[in-house]
């Protein structure tokens, strides 16, 4: 099959499309891309870019059309507008310029909804089906995560996801959560399919690596890996380790990641005095994420308490599930539910500090052969239901399906 997948973001930048691109491949499919150029999350484009240059390249034999972009600067108000509105633009403009028939278009979507506007014009143009992989659920993620509380705003991106949903042939859900809301929206369920995220094959339980070790200090370490953003609320982090390290100093806080959340942070630590219990690393490259999590006794992941964040199932989720690390999880809703059905490690409910940080005192006072129990659980349960080959598999199989049934 030819298949193009729309995404605004796409390699060099870290999103999980770059190697689900390159799973179809693996699998026989010749595979394009339609994508903007990189400036995530840093918002400016990266070395060798700019908003004339490089509209096509070769990466792993995939062709990649890139459209003009204003960089998202720092990812708020007016420059992040610009910045999905350019997309939406440029990348229907963009599209005159792609040649070929196409069986299928897939838009990978976390924000914005917009990116399938240009989906939707090459499905008239080249006469293929369009499927949606939904990350995030549109207008309510605006609201939850964005900080959009306009009345008016928020009706005209309701009825702009509404619109987009009733274009496409088939809507592809990240979490059962999200099927309830998709329903709301008008659309039919037989049109909605669960197909949940993977993650590259080089994540996976993995031997220690003395560089990434040498970077760590000793102690009980719990590891973040990530956006350090908005969503990832960082305030019920700070305030559970503030009690922690009265009763248990020896507990670090590792923060492997970059964000908008980052100086806010740094601020908190020296005003509660925890410098020595929380290391900012900044970032590294992905691959490397397993040899860190190797050297944790635990991986944290957290979201806000939003009922739009309930229902989601964060990327990292799996990264942590795969690479058999138990999993401290300050979150509600479907995240939450994985960790407990795994048995995978310990969950206190959102903005609950208190709760967090008694789960860290649980986890810490554990003996180490219970710790990696439950990590083992965790990656059984990943390969059980979040296994890369099944999941390419199934979406093929969608894909054929469709095509079958549409003939």
């Known amino acids: 099959m030819r298949i193009l997948v729309v995404s605004q973001y796409f390699w060099p930048e870290n999103f999980r499309i770059n190697d689900f691109v390159l799973g179809l491949q693996e699998k026989g499919h010749e595979i394009e891309v339609l994508t903007g150029k990189p400036n995530y999350p840093k918002g400016k484009y990266y070395s060798g870019y700019s908003f004339f240059g490089k509209r096509t390249e070769i990466w792993n034999g995939i062709k990649i059309h890139r459209a003009p972009l204003f960089r998202r600067h720092n990812g708020k108000g007016l420059n992040l507008a610009f910045n999905y509105l350019s997309f939406m633009i440029f990348g229907t403009l963009r599209s005159l310029t792609i040649k ?13 909804i917009t ?65 309830n809301i998709i329903n709301e929206q008008g659309i039919d369920n037989s049109k909605i399919e669960f197909y949940p995220n993977t993650v590259e094959t080089f994540f996976k339980k ?72 929380f290391i900012l690393l900044g970032s590294f490259p992905v691959e490397k994420m397993p040899y860190f999590f190797a050297c944790a006794d635990c991986l944290l992941v957290s979201l806000k308490k939003d009922f739009i964040f309930s229902l989601t199932i964060p990327s990292k989720l799996q990264s942590y599930l795969a690479c058999s690390k ?28 208190i709760a967090l940080a008694s789960q860290v005192i649980k986890l810490r006072q554990m003996p180490t ?26 979406i093929i199989h969608l894909f054929r399906q469709f095509k079958q049934e549409n003939k």
């Not at 070929?100 to 914005?112: A, C, E, R, W, Y």
């Not at 009733?166 to 990240?174: F, H, S, V």
């Not at 019920?236 to 503030?242: G, L, Q, R, S």
């Open 369 to 394: 052969n219970q710790l990696v129990e439950m990590g083992e659980n965790g990656g059984r349960y990943f390969q059980e239901n979040f296994n890369r080959d099944v999941l390419l598999i199934k």
């Open 115 to 179: 990116t399938a506007i240009p989906a939707i014009f090459l499905k008239w143009l080249k006469k293929a089906s369009l499927f949606i992989w939904v990350q995030d659920l549109w207008p309510h993620s605006v609201t939850a995560a964005g900080g959009i509380h306009n009345k008016s705003i928020i009706k005209f991106l309701d009825s702009l996801t509404k619109w987009i949903y009733k274009r496409c042939d088939k809507i592809l859900i990240q979490s059962e959560g999200f099927r």
């Open 100 to 112: 070929g028939k196409f069986d299928h278009i897939l838009v990978f979507q976390p924000s914005p």
């Open 326 to 353: 138990p999993i401290l999880a300050s979150l509600d809703g479907e995240g939450a539910n994985i960790v407990k059905a795994a048995n995978a490690g310990f969950t206190a409910n959102a903005e609950d500090p």
């Open 206 to 277: 993995t031997a220690i690596n003395n560089d990434c070790l040498s970077l760590l200090p000793n102690g009980f370490k719990i590891m973040f890996a990530g956006n350090i953003g908005e969503a990832q609320d960082f305030e019920t982090i700070i305030e559970a380790a503030k009690i922690v390290a009265q009763e248990q100093p020896d507990i670090k806080w590792i923060i492997l990641g970059d964000g908008r959340k980052k100086h806010y942070l740094h601020q908190k630590v020296l005003e509660y005095g925890l410098e020595g219990n």
